[in-house]
């Protein structure tokens, strides 16, 4: 039987700097212990988005401190790891590079075993920090910079059911919260401006609707809001438009899971069927209770990452990297930031949904 294992997880992929210790008992279960995340939105808050070169600096400025801190509230110090998990990709690659860098100096001083972990595989097993959640499971992965949906059998084994053909959910939220004037970060401001909206008051497009697959199109529906917003004179028109947003990606989610958890279960009938969202459109409550009716629907157990565990954090990161050590997979200290890095690389360089360019397939 596999040994309990404690791993300092670092994630600095976009604009939080995060760092947590996480064990892994011998049976499986998460117990974290600290998870401290450094928040860079009053230095992007200006430019109503993420400015990488700032991210990096910022990184840069607070990974230790934020390390040490995640080890003292944990009670441990570095004697006490059994490994180190850095973010590898993907993301913006000056900021991973700082995480990974961090890791590979802790890895080797202290001589700890390294994971180079993939930043959406820690947002696939998110979910399994707050609950007893076996493998395998199906898979909504929804966040500012990916939409996804993957059928899950274990650590490094994701398959490909369906993805966003251009934008993901987070980002248009946030882009249509831009356009409305509502203050960074969009997507929780638009949540909140929606509350009390009336979601019929606007009429927005529907998008692949003669499609039969598990893809997902948000840019048509982030350009008729925008232009929408150039109208709206008064409160009440920006919360119906705000609620509208909201119920339409909300809709397109629930409507393409649906689609997905009746392939899941014709292809795993006799099994439990567990549903999954995970990212940090999870913590959306609308597009989260619109999820959980369509599981019920399908017969499928719902299950979410604690709200703490949404949004990028490097408690996930650190399971992620037990998960693979428990595995006996570890990574050498050369491992590359990669700014794209698919969780199913076979079907996105099979049949992309981005073109790969230099950097390599996206998705």
Request: glycine share 12%; hydrophobic share 45%.
């Given at each position: 039987?596999?040994?309990?294992?404690?791993?300092?997880?670092?994630?600095t992929?976009?604009?939080?700097?995060a760092?947590?210790?996480?064990r892994?008992?011998?049976?499986?279960?998460?117990?974290v212990?600290?998870?401290?995340?450094?928040?860079?939105?009053?230095?992007h808050a200006?430019?109503?988005g993420?400015v990488?070169?700032?991210?990096?600096?910022?990184?840069v400025?607070?990974?230790?401190?934020?390390?040490?801190?995640?080890?003292?509230?944990?009670?441990l110090?570095?004697?006490?790891?059994?490994?180190?998990a850095?973010?590898?990709g993907?993301?913006?690659?000056?900021?991973?590079?700082?995480?990974?860098?961090?890791?590979?100096?802790?890895?080797?001083?202290r001589?700890?075993?390294?994971v180079?972990?993939?930043?959406?595989?820690?947002?696939?097993v998110?979910a399994?920090?707050g609950a007893?959640?076996?493998y395998?499971?199906?898979?909504l992965?929804?966040?500012?910079?990916?939409?996804?949906?993957?059928?899950?059998?274990?650590?490094?084994?994701?398959?490909?059911?369906?993805?966003?053909?251009?934008?993901?959910?987070?980002?248009?939220?946030?882009?249509?919260a831009?356009?409305?004037?509502?203050?960074?970060?969009?997507?929780?401001?638009?949540?909140?401006?929606?509350?009390?909206?009336?979601?019929?008051?606007?009429?927005?497009?529907?998008?692949?609707?003669g499609?039969?697959?598990?893809d997902?199109?948000?840019?048509?529906?982030?350009?008729?809001?925008?232009?929408?917003?150039?109208?709206v004179?008064t409160?009440?028109?920006?919360r119906?438009?705000?609620?509208?947003?909201?119920?339409?990606?909300?809709?397109?989610?629930?409507?393409?899971?649906?689609?997905?958890?009746?392939a899941?279960?014709e292809?795993h009938?006799?099994?439990?069927?567990?549903?999954?969202?995970?990212?940090?459109?999870?913590?959306?409550r609308t597009?989260?209770?619109?999820?959980?009716?369509?599981?019920?629907?399908?017969?499928?157990?719902?299950?979410?990452?604690?709200?703490?565990?949404?949004?990028?954090?490097?408690?996930?990161?650190?399971?992620a990297?037990?998960?693979?050590?428990a595995?006996?997979?570890?990574?050498?200290?050369?491992?590359v930031?990669?700014?794209?890095?698919?969780?199913?690389?076979?079907a996105?360089?099979?049949?992309?949904t981005?073109?790969?360019?230099?950097?390599?397939?996206?998705?």
């Amino acid at each position: 039987m596999t040994l309990s294992l404690t791993v300092l997880g670092l994630e600095t992929s976009c604009d939080e700097t995060a760092a947590a210790v996480v064990r892994r008992h011998a049976d499986g279960r998460a117990e974290v212990l600290s998870s401290i995340v450094g928040s860079q939105i009053a230095e992007h808050a200006p430019f109503g988005g993420v400015v990488p070169e700032i991210a990096a600096r910022a990184h840069v400025e607070t990974v230790d401190s934020i390390a040490e801190t995640a080890l003292a509230e944990a009670g441990l110090g570095y004697e006490d790891l059994d490994g180190v998990a850095a973010t590898a990709g993907p993301g913006l690659v000056g900021g991973v590079m700082v995480g990974l860098s961090f890791g590979k100096a802790v890895a080797l001083a202290r001589g700890l075993p390294l994971v180079a972990v993939n930043h959406l595989e820690g947002h696939a097993v998110s979910a399994r920090l707050g609950a007893d959640l076996p493998y395998p499971f199906l898979l909504l992965l929804v966040s500012g910079g990916h939409c996804q949906l993957l059928s899950v059998d274990g650590i490094g084994a994701c398959r490909r059911l369906g993805s966003t053909i251009d934008d993901a959910a987070g980002e248009a939220f946030d882009k249509i919260a831009k356009a409305m004037g509502l203050p960074y970060p969009g997507g929780p401001a638009l949540e909140r401006l929606a509350s009390g909206g009336d979601p019929d008051a606007f009429q927005l497009p529907r998008m692949l609707l003669g499609r039969k697959d598990c893809d997902f199109s948000f840019s048509g529906l982030k350009t008729a809001a925008a232009r929408l917003a150039e109208g709206v004179a008064t409160d009440d028109q920006r919360r119906d438009l705000a609620a509208a947003v909201q119920a339409a990606i909300a809709g397109q989610l629930a409507e393409k899971s649906d689609r997905a958890m009746k392939a899941y279960a014709e292809e795993h009938g006799g099994q439990d069927l567990r549903f999954v969202v995970a990212g940090g459109v999870a913590a959306n409550r609308t597009v989260r209770a619109r999820l959980e009716e369509a599981a019920a629907r399908r017969g499928f157990s719902f299950a979410a990452p604690p709200l703490a565990y949404c949004t990028d954090n490097a408690a996930m990161i650190a399971l992620a990297g037990a998960e693979r050590l428990a595995a006996g997979i570890s990574d050498p200290l050369d491992a590359v930031a990669r700014p794209r890095w698919p969780l199913d690389e076979a079907a996105a360089n099979a049949n992309p949904t981005h073109k790969a360019g230099r950097k390599g397939a996206k998705a």
